[in-house]
């Protein structure tokens, strides 16, 4: 059974770019959630989507936009990229109809924003 | 709003000794509460939980309680082991609708176990 798999693994983008992330959930989950993690610090919420539609925002700019599919997978994506977006991203998934409490988490997309 | 706030790092141990690691929280509901490990270069991996008041949660030696009336949910090993290296987050989240499945994360706390 894969788990959560997210690529690329990583990515060093310029400032002003943008950039795609993505996602693929744990096989039966509905449910992607996004965080950044900043260097030393804990996850922060970013968004979180479920029936193609966005969910739940953490409080994060209008840069930052998602999206899932039919089959659940999901891309975050960047836009006008600043210095501070440097961080791991994390993929979550989950299910509804199970126990929404229970995430798995993807092993992340290290950003290096220059 | 609902954090986490735990025990400043970083934690360094000789292998055997007891850990703990502070963490309370403050939340409007009845949130579940969680520890998630991070070892170096890797994701979250969600060591264990509790879902209500007095539940102990348990898993590869490591326990910890949810403690209503302190708002708390430390997390212990009796004997730890070189292995046990890693950042310790805890997290919890809410069941309401609107937040469901949400995780509110601490700063994490680095554990360094020496041989």
């Known amino acids: 059974d894969a788990g959560v798999t997210q690529s690329p693994t990583h990515l060093i ?11 693929s959930p744990k096989s039966g989950h509905d ?3 996004w965080y950044q993690q900043a260097l030393g610090q804990g996850p922060q919420f970013i968004f979180q989507y479920y029936e193609e539609e966005e969910r739940q ?8 936009s998602g999206h899932q599919f039919p089959n659940y997978s999901s891309e975050l994506n960047v836009n006008a990229l600043l210095l501070g977006d440097s961080a791991l991203y994390l993929c979550a998934s989950s299910t509804r109809t199970g126990n929404p409490y229970e995430q798995y988490f993807g092993p992340g997309t290290r950003l290096t924003v220059t | 709003g609902d954090s986490v706030t735990q025990m400043e790092g970083p934690v360094t141990l000789s292998e055997e000794a007891f ?6 929280y403050t939340a409007t509901g009845y949130p579940s509460l969680f520890w998630y490990v991070q070892y170096p270069g890797e ?10 008041a007095d539940d ?15 708002t708390s949910f430390h997390l212990e090993k009796g004997s730890v082991q070189v292995s046990d290296s890693a950042v ?22 680095q554990l360094t176990v020496w041989p």
Do not use: H, M, W
């Open chain 2, 43 to 52: 994701g979250l991996q969600l060591l264990l939980k509790a879902t209500k």
């Open chain 2, 88 to 109: 310790y987050f805890c997290a919890l989240s809410e069941g309401r609708g609107s937040t469901l499945g949400r995780l509110y994360f601490g700063r994490g706390t």
């Open chain 1, 13 to 23: 983008k310029t400032r002003g770019q943008q950039v795609t992330l993505r996602c």
């Open chain 2, 19 to 24: 850990l703990t690691i502070n963490c309370t």
């Open chain 1, 57 to 64: 925002r953490g409080n994060f700019p209008d840069r930052f």
């Open chain 2, 56 to 70: 102990k949660g348990s898993n590869k030696g490591f326990e910890a309680t949810y403690r209503k009336e302190t």
């Open chain 1, 31 to 33: 449910t992607v959630s």
